[in-house]
Protein backbone atom coordinates (compact mmCIF):
# COMPACT_ATOMS: atom_id res chain seq x y z
CA UNK A 1 0.00 0.00 0.00
CA UNK A 2 1.24 3.45 -1.12
CA UNK A 3 1.93 5.73 1.79
CA UNK A 4 4.28 7.78 4.00
CA UNK A 5 4.29 7.11 7.92
CA UNK A 6 6.74 7.13 10.72
CA UNK A 7 6.35 3.94 11.83
CA UNK A 8 4.81 0.98 10.60
CA UNK A 9 5.69 -0.80 13.77
CA UNK A 10 2.91 1.54 15.47
CA UNK A 11 0.44 -0.17 14.25
CA UNK A 12 -1.17 -2.39 16.74
CA UNK A 13 -0.77 0.56 19.51
CA UNK A 14 -3.00 2.61 17.04
CA UNK A 15 -5.42 0.00 16.55
CA UNK A 16 -6.01 0.12 20.02
CA UNK A 17 -6.79 3.93 20.45
CA UNK A 18 -8.85 3.45 16.94
CA UNK A 19 -11.06 0.78 19.18
CA UNK A 20 -11.44 3.08 22.25
CA UNK A 21 -12.82 6.27 20.16
CA UNK A 22 -14.64 4.19 18.57
CA UNK A 23 -16.87 3.50 21.41
CA UNK A 24 -17.34 7.13 21.89
CA UNK A 25 -19.01 7.49 17.82
CA UNK A 26 -21.73 5.04 18.11
CA UNK A 27 -23.56 7.70 15.38
CA UNK A 28 -20.66 7.04 12.62
CA UNK A 29 -21.07 3.11 13.77
CA UNK A 30 -24.16 2.93 12.52
CA UNK A 31 -23.88 4.91 9.21
CA UNK A 32 -20.92 2.27 8.62
CA UNK A 33 -23.30 -0.35 9.08
CA UNK A 34 -25.47 1.48 6.25
CA UNK A 35 -22.64 2.10 4.45
CA UNK A 36 -21.14 -1.54 4.51
CA UNK A 37 -25.07 -2.88 3.51
CA UNK A 38 -25.68 0.14 0.51
CA UNK A 39 -22.47 0.57 -0.69
CA UNK A 40 -23.25 4.69 -1.65
CA UNK A 41 -19.95 5.49 -2.38
CA UNK A 42 -18.76 2.19 -4.57
CA UNK A 43 -16.67 3.71 -7.15
CA UNK A 44 -15.53 7.41 -5.73
CA UNK A 45 -11.67 8.51 -5.11
CA UNK A 46 -11.96 10.41 -1.48
CA UNK A 47 -8.72 12.48 -1.12
CA UNK A 48 -9.19 13.60 2.75
CA UNK A 49 -6.84 16.61 4.37
CA UNK A 50 -7.46 16.38 7.91
CA UNK A 51 -6.22 16.00 11.48
CA UNK A 52 -4.45 12.51 11.58
CA UNK A 53 -6.33 11.03 14.70
CA UNK A 54 -7.87 7.89 16.05
CA UNK A 55 -11.22 10.25 15.06
CA UNK A 56 -10.64 10.78 11.75
CA UNK A 57 -9.28 6.43 11.44
CA UNK A 58 -12.71 5.97 12.00
CA UNK A 59 -14.16 8.47 9.44
CA UNK A 60 -11.68 7.00 6.76
CA UNK A 61 -13.00 3.58 8.09
CA UNK A 62 -16.68 4.26 7.39
CA UNK A 63 -16.06 5.97 4.10
CA UNK A 64 -13.98 2.34 3.02
CA UNK A 65 -17.10 0.41 3.99
CA UNK A 66 -19.26 2.35 1.84
CA UNK A 67 -17.13 1.33 -1.21
CA UNK A 68 -15.13 4.34 -1.43
CA UNK A 69 -11.17 4.17 -2.17
CA UNK A 70 -10.14 6.66 0.36
CA UNK A 71 -6.32 8.65 1.41
CA UNK A 72 -5.58 10.56 3.81
CA UNK A 73 -3.29 13.45 4.78
CA UNK A 74 -2.39 15.33 7.22
CA UNK A 75 -4.10 19.20 7.20
CA UNK A 76 -1.52 19.98 10.25
CA UNK A 77 1.82 19.21 10.88
CA UNK A 78 1.80 18.42 14.36
CA UNK A 79 -1.74 17.41 14.86
CA UNK A 80 -0.77 13.84 13.51
CA UNK A 81 -1.09 10.90 15.99
CA UNK A 82 1.76 8.28 14.05
CA UNK A 83 0.04 5.18 15.49
CA UNK A 84 -3.33 5.94 13.90
CA UNK A 85 -1.59 7.02 10.69
CA UNK A 86 0.46 3.19 11.19
CA UNK A 87 -2.37 1.59 11.62
CA UNK A 88 -4.52 3.14 8.64
CA UNK A 89 -1.77 2.02 6.10
CA UNK A 90 -2.21 -1.65 7.94
CA UNK A 91 -5.93 -1.56 7.27
CA UNK A 92 -5.04 -0.95 3.51
CA UNK A 93 -5.74 3.11 3.32
CA UNK A 94 -3.33 5.03 1.79
CA UNK A 95 -1.84 7.64 5.20
CA UNK A 96 0.44 10.44 3.89
CA UNK A 97 1.09 11.83 7.56
CA UNK A 98 4.55 12.37 10.34
CA UNK A 99 4.07 14.20 13.20
CA UNK A 100 6.74 17.29 12.97
CA UNK A 101 6.83 16.87 9.26
CA UNK A 102 8.26 19.84 7.63
CA UNK A 103 6.96 22.13 4.94
CA UNK A 104 7.95 20.49 1.89
CA UNK A 105 7.16 16.96 3.40
CA UNK A 106 3.68 18.54 4.02
CA UNK A 107 3.09 19.75 0.54
CA UNK A 108 4.58 16.13 -0.90
CA UNK A 109 1.61 14.70 1.34
CA UNK A 110 -0.60 17.11 -0.58
CA UNK A 111 1.00 15.82 -3.88
CA UNK A 112 -0.02 12.49 -2.65
CA UNK A 113 -3.89 13.03 -2.43
CA UNK A 114 -3.88 14.96 -5.82
CA UNK A 115 -2.26 12.18 -7.27
CA UNK A 116 -4.97 10.01 -6.33
CA UNK A 117 -7.32 11.92 -8.91
CA UNK A 118 -10.02 11.94 -6.13
CA UNK A 119 -13.32 12.29 -7.42
CA UNK A 120 -14.53 13.63 -3.78
CA UNK A 121 -12.10 15.51 -1.85
CA UNK A 122 -12.27 16.63 2.28
CA UNK A 123 -10.79 19.63 3.60
CA UNK A 124 -9.72 21.26 7.22
CA UNK A 125 -8.67 24.37 6.09
CA UNK A 126 -8.89 24.29 2.60
CA UNK A 127 -5.16 23.65 1.79
CA UNK A 128 -6.54 20.78 -0.73
CA UNK A 129 -9.12 22.83 -2.10
CA UNK A 130 -6.90 25.95 -2.39
CA UNK A 131 -4.38 24.43 -4.16
CA UNK A 132 -6.43 22.30 -6.04
CA UNK A 133 -8.10 25.90 -7.38
CA UNK A 134 -4.49 27.00 -8.04
CA UNK A 135 -4.27 24.25 -10.60
CA UNK A 136 -7.74 24.80 -12.28
CA UNK A 137 -6.86 28.59 -13.36
CA UNK A 138 -3.30 27.89 -14.36
CA UNK A 139 -2.24 30.41 -11.83
CA UNK A 140 1.11 28.39 -10.86
CA UNK A 141 2.94 30.54 -9.47
CA UNK A 142 0.82 30.18 -5.86
CA UNK A 143 1.40 26.98 -5.70
CA UNK A 144 4.13 24.94 -3.93
CA UNK A 145 7.12 24.00 -5.54
CA UNK A 146 6.88 20.08 -5.28
CA UNK A 147 3.24 20.46 -6.27
CA UNK A 148 4.19 22.64 -9.15
CA UNK A 149 6.58 20.20 -10.54
CA UNK A 150 4.55 17.39 -10.16
CA UNK A 151 1.78 18.87 -11.91
CA UNK A 152 3.96 20.33 -14.70
CA UNK A 153 5.26 16.28 -15.56
CA UNK A 154 1.69 15.31 -16.18
CA UNK A 155 0.33 14.83 -19.88
CA UNK A 156 -2.81 17.32 -20.74
CA UNK A 157 -5.20 14.42 -20.21
CA UNK A 158 -4.20 13.88 -16.58
CA UNK A 159 -4.43 17.69 -15.85
CA UNK A 160 -8.09 17.40 -17.14
CA UNK A 161 -8.94 14.32 -15.17
CA UNK A 162 -7.57 16.36 -12.11
CA UNK A 163 -8.82 19.60 -12.10
CA UNK A 164 -12.23 18.22 -13.54
CA UNK A 165 -12.56 15.09 -12.26
CA UNK A 166 -13.58 16.32 -8.85
CA UNK A 167 -17.44 16.25 -8.06
CA UNK A 168 -17.41 18.28 -4.84
CA UNK A 169 -15.64 18.38 -1.38
CA UNK A 170 -16.16 18.88 2.34
CA UNK A 171 -14.73 21.92 4.73
CA UNK A 172 -14.22 20.63 8.49
CA UNK A 173 -13.09 24.01 10.28
CA UNK A 174 -13.79 27.87 10.16
CA UNK A 175 -11.35 28.88 8.78
CA UNK A 176 -11.01 26.91 5.97
CA UNK A 177 -14.93 27.83 5.20
CA UNK A 178 -13.76 31.71 5.07
CA UNK A 179 -10.99 30.81 2.56
CA UNK A 180 -13.46 28.83 0.77
CA UNK A 181 -15.97 31.51 0.74
CA UNK A 182 -13.71 34.27 -0.41
CA UNK A 183 -12.80 31.89 -3.47
CA UNK A 184 -16.62 31.57 -4.23
CA UNK A 185 -17.19 35.65 -3.86
CA UNK A 186 -14.20 35.37 -6.12
CA UNK A 187 -15.46 33.20 -8.61
CA UNK A 188 -12.51 31.32 -8.68
CA UNK A 189 -14.26 27.90 -6.72
CA UNK A 190 -13.70 25.15 -9.10
CA UNK A 191 -16.51 22.85 -7.41
CA UNK A 192 -19.32 23.10 -4.85
CA UNK A 193 -18.01 22.61 -1.13
CA UNK A 194 -20.41 21.58 1.83
CA UNK A 195 -19.36 23.47 4.66
CA UNK A 196 -19.51 20.93 7.58
CA UNK A 197 -18.00 23.40 9.92
CA UNK A 198 -21.78 25.46 10.14
CA UNK A 199 -23.84 22.32 10.52
CA UNK A 200 -25.77 22.68 13.51
CA UNK A 201 -24.32 19.68 14.83
CA UNK A 202 -20.83 20.63 14.23
CA UNK A 203 -20.06 23.98 15.34
CA UNK A 204 -22.41 23.74 18.59
CA UNK A 205 -21.13 20.82 19.67
CA UNK A 206 -17.38 20.35 18.15
CA UNK A 207 -16.54 23.75 18.24
CA UNK A 208 -17.76 24.67 21.89
CA UNK A 209 -17.28 21.85 23.89
CA UNK A 210 -14.24 19.92 21.71
CA UNK A 211 -12.16 22.81 21.40
CA UNK A 212 -12.97 24.30 24.60
CA UNK A 213 -12.42 20.92 26.67
CA UNK A 214 -9.36 20.22 24.54
CA UNK A 215 -7.62 23.40 24.74
CA UNK A 216 -7.75 23.38 28.39
CA UNK A 217 -6.16 19.97 28.10
CA UNK A 218 -3.48 20.54 25.86
CA UNK A 219 -2.45 24.00 27.92
CA UNK A 220 -2.32 21.71 31.14
CA UNK A 221 -0.95 18.57 29.59
CA UNK A 222 1.80 21.20 28.33
CA UNK A 223 2.16 23.26 31.41
CA UNK A 224 0.85 21.73 34.35
CA UNK A 225 -0.22 24.89 35.84
CA UNK A 226 -3.14 25.69 37.82
CA UNK A 227 -5.97 27.49 36.35
CA UNK A 228 -8.02 28.79 39.04
CA UNK A 229 -7.11 32.27 40.22
CA UNK A 230 -5.01 32.80 36.23
CA UNK A 231 -6.35 35.74 34.27
CA UNK A 232 -6.69 33.98 31.02
CA UNK A 233 -7.12 36.06 27.74
CA UNK A 234 -9.27 34.22 24.96
CA UNK A 235 -8.89 36.11 21.64
CA UNK A 236 -12.18 35.52 19.66
CA UNK A 237 -15.60 34.64 20.88
CA UNK A 238 -16.88 32.82 18.24
CA UNK A 239 -18.38 29.20 18.77
CA UNK A 240 -14.61 28.23 20.09
CA UNK A 241 -13.89 31.18 21.93
CA UNK A 242 -17.96 30.71 24.13
CA UNK A 243 -16.56 27.41 24.84
CA UNK A 244 -12.91 27.89 26.12
CA UNK A 245 -14.33 30.58 28.01
CA UNK A 246 -16.67 28.73 29.67
CA UNK A 247 -14.48 25.85 30.57
CA UNK A 248 -11.61 28.25 31.96
CA UNK A 249 -14.34 29.88 34.03
CA UNK A 250 -15.19 26.79 35.23
CA UNK A 251 -11.85 25.82 36.22
CA UNK A 252 -11.42 29.06 38.26
CA UNK A 253 -9.86 31.54 35.79
CA UNK A 254 -10.56 34.99 35.32
CA UNK A 255 -11.69 35.83 32.14
CA UNK A 256 -10.95 38.07 29.99
CA UNK A 257 -12.16 38.14 26.08
CA UNK A 258 -10.74 40.41 23.24
CA UNK A 259 -13.21 40.84 20.29
CA UNK A 260 -13.76 43.12 16.77
CA UNK A 261 -17.18 42.06 16.65
CA UNK A 262 -19.44 44.66 18.72
CA UNK A 263 -22.26 41.93 19.09
CA UNK A 264 -19.76 39.15 20.31
CA UNK A 265 -18.19 41.09 22.45
CA UNK A 266 -21.28 42.27 24.03
CA UNK A 267 -22.55 38.61 24.47
CA UNK A 268 -19.07 38.02 26.15
CA UNK A 269 -19.92 40.86 28.47
CA UNK A 270 -23.17 39.82 29.32
CA UNK A 271 -22.19 36.34 29.66
CA UNK A 272 -19.76 37.49 32.43
CA UNK A 273 -16.31 38.05 31.41
CA UNK A 274 -14.60 41.55 31.30
CA UNK A 275 -14.35 42.79 27.17
CA UNK A 276 -11.42 44.66 26.40
CA UNK A 277 -8.94 44.93 23.37
CA UNK A 278 -5.68 42.84 23.44
CA UNK A 279 -3.51 46.44 24.13
CA UNK A 280 -5.56 46.04 27.91
CA UNK A 281 -5.44 42.62 27.78
CA UNK A 282 -1.72 42.21 27.45
CA UNK A 283 -0.40 43.53 30.66
CA UNK A 284 -2.81 41.68 32.93
CA UNK A 285 -3.22 38.22 31.64
CA UNK A 286 -1.33 35.18 32.73
CA UNK A 287 -2.45 33.15 29.48
CA UNK A 288 -3.04 34.02 26.41
CA UNK A 289 -5.77 31.79 23.64
CA UNK A 290 -6.03 32.47 20.40
CA UNK A 291 -9.20 31.18 18.47
CA UNK A 292 -10.13 33.99 15.97
CA UNK A 293 -8.80 32.67 12.67
CA UNK A 294 -7.23 35.68 11.62
CA UNK A 295 -3.25 36.26 11.39
CA UNK A 296 -1.53 39.07 13.87
CA UNK A 297 -3.61 38.51 16.75
CA UNK A 298 -0.99 38.87 19.47
CA UNK A 299 2.41 40.99 17.59
CA UNK A 300 5.40 42.92 18.96
CA UNK A 301 3.78 45.46 21.15
CA UNK A 302 1.93 42.84 23.30
CA UNK A 303 4.43 40.89 23.96
CA UNK A 304 6.73 43.76 25.46
CA UNK A 305 3.63 44.64 27.45
CA UNK A 306 2.94 41.28 28.64
CA UNK A 307 3.90 39.69 32.16
CA UNK A 308 7.34 38.01 33.15
CA UNK A 309 6.75 33.97 32.50
CA UNK A 310 3.47 34.61 30.33
CA UNK A 311 1.68 32.09 28.65
CA UNK A 312 0.87 32.00 25.20
CA UNK A 313 -0.97 29.53 22.53
CA UNK A 314 -2.79 29.29 19.70
CA UNK A 315 -6.10 27.20 19.22
CA UNK A 316 -6.68 28.69 15.92
CA UNK A 317 -6.40 26.41 12.69
CA UNK A 318 -3.17 27.89 11.52
CA UNK A 319 0.03 29.40 12.96
CA UNK A 320 -0.59 33.10 11.94
CA UNK A 321 -2.24 34.46 14.77
CA UNK A 322 0.41 34.47 17.40
CA UNK A 323 3.46 37.27 15.03
CA UNK A 324 5.75 34.19 15.54
CA UNK A 325 8.55 36.04 13.55
CA UNK A 326 8.42 39.24 15.65
CA UNK A 327 8.38 36.61 19.08
CA UNK A 328 11.85 35.79 17.90
CA UNK A 329 12.71 38.85 16.51
CA UNK A 330 12.26 40.04 20.27
CA UNK A 331 13.79 37.16 22.04
CA UNK A 332 17.93 36.69 22.78
CA UNK A 333 17.28 33.16 23.66
CA UNK A 334 15.04 30.57 22.88
CA UNK A 335 14.81 27.16 24.21
CA UNK A 336 12.33 23.54 24.47
CA UNK A 337 12.21 23.71 28.65
CA UNK A 338 9.60 20.79 28.22
CA UNK A 339 7.78 18.89 25.72
CA UNK A 340 5.72 22.04 23.87
CA UNK A 341 6.42 24.48 25.90
CA UNK A 342 9.01 26.70 24.09
CA UNK A 343 10.95 29.53 26.45
CA UNK A 344 11.51 32.94 24.88
CA UNK A 345 13.69 35.29 27.07
CA UNK A 346 13.07 38.76 25.48
CA UNK A 347 15.62 41.87 25.30
CA UNK A 348 13.41 43.73 27.61
CA UNK A 349 14.49 40.85 30.28
CA UNK A 350 10.79 39.16 30.68
CA UNK A 351 10.18 35.59 29.43
CA UNK A 352 7.42 34.32 27.50
CA UNK A 353 6.27 30.83 26.77
CA UNK A 354 5.04 29.32 23.43
CA UNK A 355 3.05 26.57 23.81
CA UNK A 356 2.67 23.67 20.97
CA UNK A 357 5.24 26.14 18.56
CA UNK A 358 2.05 28.08 18.29
CA UNK A 359 0.29 25.97 16.33
CA UNK A 360 -3.22 24.27 17.61
CA UNK A 361 -2.49 23.31 20.74
CA UNK A 362 -5.10 21.15 21.61
CA UNK A 363 -3.70 19.09 19.01
CA UNK A 364 0.12 19.57 19.28
CA UNK A 365 -0.12 19.08 22.98
CA UNK A 366 -3.22 16.82 23.87
CA UNK A 367 -5.35 14.56 21.53
CA UNK A 368 -7.72 17.03 19.96
CA UNK A 369 -11.16 16.53 20.46
CA UNK A 370 -13.23 14.07 22.28
CA UNK A 371 -14.45 10.96 20.33
CA UNK A 372 -17.55 11.73 21.30
CA UNK A 373 -17.86 15.05 19.74
CA UNK A 374 -16.11 14.12 16.77
CA UNK A 375 -19.21 11.31 16.47
CA UNK A 376 -20.96 14.36 14.88
CA UNK A 377 -18.50 16.20 12.77
CA UNK A 378 -17.48 13.08 11.05
CA UNK A 379 -21.09 11.54 10.50
CA UNK A 380 -21.59 15.25 8.96
CA UNK A 381 -18.51 14.42 6.58
CA UNK A 382 -19.92 10.74 5.89
CA UNK A 383 -23.63 11.70 5.27
CA UNK A 384 -22.14 14.76 2.56
CA UNK A 385 -20.13 12.52 0.37
CA UNK A 386 -22.70 10.07 -0.39
CA UNK A 387 -24.94 13.85 -0.69
CA UNK A 388 -22.40 14.76 -3.11
CA UNK A 389 -22.58 11.86 -5.17
CA UNK A 390 -26.19 11.95 -5.17
CA UNK A 391 -26.21 15.32 -5.71
CA UNK A 392 -23.25 17.11 -7.48
CA UNK A 393 -24.60 17.20 -10.73
CA UNK A 394 -27.13 19.94 -9.45
CA UNK A 395 -25.00 22.17 -7.46
CA UNK A 396 -23.37 25.01 -8.74
CA UNK A 397 -19.48 26.35 -7.60
CA UNK A 398 -20.59 27.86 -4.42
CA UNK A 399 -20.28 26.62 -0.64
CA UNK A 400 -23.29 24.91 0.80
CA UNK A 401 -24.47 23.98 4.08
CA UNK A 402 -24.76 20.64 5.46
CA UNK A 403 -28.99 19.86 4.43
CA UNK A 404 -30.93 20.54 6.80
CA UNK A 405 -32.59 16.71 7.14
CA UNK A 406 -28.95 15.28 7.48
CA UNK A 407 -28.35 17.62 10.66
CA UNK A 408 -31.59 17.11 12.68
CA UNK A 409 -31.09 13.51 11.80
CA UNK A 410 -27.26 13.26 13.19
CA UNK A 411 -29.22 14.75 15.99
CA UNK A 412 -31.85 12.43 16.56
CA UNK A 413 -29.70 9.86 15.95
CA UNK A 414 -26.92 11.12 18.32
CA UNK A 415 -29.73 11.79 21.09
CA UNK A 416 -30.91 8.31 20.53
CA UNK A 417 -27.46 6.53 21.34
CA UNK A 418 -27.25 9.01 24.64
CA UNK A 419 -30.79 7.23 25.87
CA UNK A 420 -32.65 10.72 25.42
CA UNK A 421 -36.20 11.15 23.91
CA UNK A 422 -37.77 14.55 22.94
CA UNK A 423 -41.17 15.76 22.15
CA UNK A 424 -42.88 15.51 18.65
CA UNK A 425 -45.09 18.19 17.42
CA UNK A 426 -48.80 16.96 16.75
CA UNK A 427 -50.59 18.10 13.65
CA UNK A 428 -52.48 20.57 15.11
CA UNK A 429 -49.29 22.48 16.90
CA UNK A 430 -47.16 22.00 13.30
CA UNK A 431 -50.31 23.60 11.64
CA UNK A 432 -49.84 26.92 13.75
CA UNK A 433 -46.40 27.14 13.63
CA UNK A 434 -46.89 27.24 9.39
CA UNK A 435 -49.97 29.13 9.06
CA UNK A 436 -49.85 33.23 9.53
CA UNK A 437 -54.39 33.19 10.33
CA UNK A 438 -53.80 31.94 14.11
CA UNK A 439 -53.27 35.04 16.07
CA UNK A 440 -54.37 35.59 19.89
Not at 269 to 280: A, E, H, I, K, T
Not at 374 to 402: C, H, T
Request: aromatic share 6%.
Amino acid sequence: MNGHVKDPSLAPQGHRRIAWAEREMPVLRAIRADFERELPLKGERIAACLHVTTETANLMRTLKAGGAQVALCASNPLSTQDDAAAALLEDGIEVHAIRGEDTDTYYDHIRAMLATFPTITMDDGADLVSTLTALYHETLDTVHPRVRSWYESLSDEQRETLTRGVRGSTEETTTGVIRLRAMAADGVLPIPVIAVNDARTKHLFDNRYGTGQSTVDGVLRATNVLLAGKNVVIAGYGWCGRGLAMRAHGMGSHVIVTEVDPVRGLEALMDGFRVMPMDDAAPIGDIFITVTGDRDVIVERHFLKMKDGALVANSGHFDIEIDLKALKRLSTHQEEIRANVRSCKLQNGKNIYLLGEGRLVNLAAAEGHPASVMDMSFANQALSARYIKEYAGSLERAVYPVPKELDDGIAELKLKTMGVNIDELTEAQKAYLASWKEGT
